[in-house]
């Protein structure tokens, strides 16, 4: 942990001091290791799952909360992190409605389990991905409808490692520092999603956009449109003009 962010002046080290490392055995770190998982329970619910809630059933490789990066603290020694494919994180906010730093899940890797405790709308966008709920396999890229009680899995990444899933409203998480995602290295936004943990959205349904309303009054679970991901090799490309540099 390199921040107390209960402080005024969040940083633990200063240019000039000295820092001592101190040699602890296996059993010392796995202490120390399950005394972090007690405290960064920001994402376990003490009350129970509750309204506009979703369970994480299984975390995958790694699964963390994300948002935009937090610039301006290079001068404490914080990188901006954020989602690694940044345009993708924008453009599955974008598909809900959601603002530009709506916190979301970056997922890693295949197996990634959520349980919904409530009517939802999401969309994911990065990796082409095998996903499923209910049995029914659901395409990404586009908005789409979750119901109270199912689990949506996702399987195999077919192209690409990572995805950016966004939820309507956004999670409910800690603004630390200009940001409110996790980063990991710096200890502060919350550690990666362990089994158990529970999320809540923040008015999850109160700003849905008119043409969602219209999908759900119709009772239609996902569009037959959907985006292309940013971080994926198009299909085709087309040289619009060639420069000659000389240096």
């Known amino acids: 942990m390199l921040f107390d962010t209960r402080k005024s002046d969040p940083s633990l080290l200063r240019a000039a001091e000295y820092v001592e490392f101190i040699e602890i055995d ?15 329970a920001q994402n376990k619910s003490k009350k129970g799952v509750a309204n506009h809630s979703i369970e994480v059933i ?22 901006a992190g954020g989602p690694m494919d940044q345009e993708g994180a ?7 409605g959601n603002p530009d730093d709506a916190a979301g899940l970056e997922i890693t890797g295949a197996g990634t389990k959520l349980l919904f405790h409530e009517d939802i709308w999401v969309a994911w966008v990065g990796a082409s991905c095998m996903v ?57 936004g919350g550690n990666a999603l362990q089994k ?3 999320l809540h959205l923040s008015h999850a349904q109160d700003i849905y956009k008119p043409f969602i309303k219209k999908m759900q009054d119709a009772q239609i679970r996902f569009p037959k449109w959907s985006i292309a991901s940013p971080a994926l090799p198009g299909k085709s490309w087309k040289l619009l003009r060639r420069y000659r540099v000389f240096i």
Do not use: C, W
């Not at 296996?26 to 972090?36: N, P, T, V, Y």
């Not at 924008?90 to 809900?96: H, I, P, V, Y």
């Open 26 to 40: 296996l059993d010392e770190f796995r202490k120390i290791e399950a005394q972090k998982l007690n405290k960064g």
């Open 90 to 96: 924008r453009m599955a906010n974008a598909l809900l």
């Open 132 to 188: 499923h709920a209910s049995s029914n396999s659901i395409p990404g890229n586009r908005p789409v409808f979750i119901r109270k009680g199912e689990t949506l899995i996702f399987g195999t990444m077919l192209q690409g490692h990572r995805l950016f899933l966004a939820l309507s409203g956004g999670i409910d998480s800690e603004f630390i520092l200009g940001g409110k995602g996790s980063h990991l290295s710096a200890g502060i």
């Open 58 to 79: 299984s975390p995958s490789l790694q699964t963390t909360i994300q948002s935009l990066p937090r610039y301006g603290f290079a001068h404490l020694a914080l990188g």
């Open 196 to 198: 158990g943990d529970v």
